[in-house]
């Protein structure tokens, strides 16, 4: 099943509803450091109300220590971004797919972005709107991947 990967997330209540939605999925989560809020915040908490005991929950230091991870375990990185090349609902994901969403100040860094195997959009009407809010962002595009994947029976 594809894995979601905050890259430096900034927000906690964002961070606290997308642990929500992994924990309702049972999709495993990533957390990049360093983040703009401790793991104990208590806007995190509040937003994954009481799930958090069944959040497959990992926390990495840095991009490094991610980075290294990935390279032990394979699987491609699908990097969003609002300038990304691919749709996300015309893409074909894979069991073994990463999910990246970067920062909500900053999204992904072009470093990272460049790791990527695919960068993914999600289209917007709207060109004045810069861009979708990070919990939504992360909830339409791991429901695509998972309905695609078959797991909405």
């Not at 509803?17 to 908490?45: M, Q, W």
């Not at 609002?82 to 990463?98: A, H, I, M, P, T």
């Not at 999600?122 to 339409?140: H, Q, T």
């Amino acid at each position: 099943m594809p894995q979601i990967v905050l890259v430096h997330p900034q927000i906690p209540p964002n961070t606290g509803n997308i642990a929500r939605t992994c924990a309702a999925t049972g999709t495993e989560l990533h957390l990049v450091g360093p983040l703009g809020f401790e793991i104990s915040d208590r806007y995190l908490k509040r937003a994954g109300l009481d799930y958090w005991p069944y959040v497959k929950l990992h926390n990495h230091e840095s991009l490094e220590a991610f980075k290294s991870l990935h390279q032990q375990v394979g699987g491609r990185l699908l990097g969003f971004s609002v300038r990304g090349n691919l749709n996300y609902s015309k893409f074909e994901y894979q069991e073994n797919d990463w999910l990246l969403f970067g920062s909500e100040t900053a999204g992904l860094p072009s470093n990272v972005l460049s790791d990527c195997h695919e960068t993914l959009y999600i289209p917007m009407k709207e060109p004045k709107v810069r861009s979708l809010n990070l919990s939504v962002s992360v909830a339409i595009s791991l429901f695509e991947a998972r309905r695609t994947l078959g797991y909405m029976k």
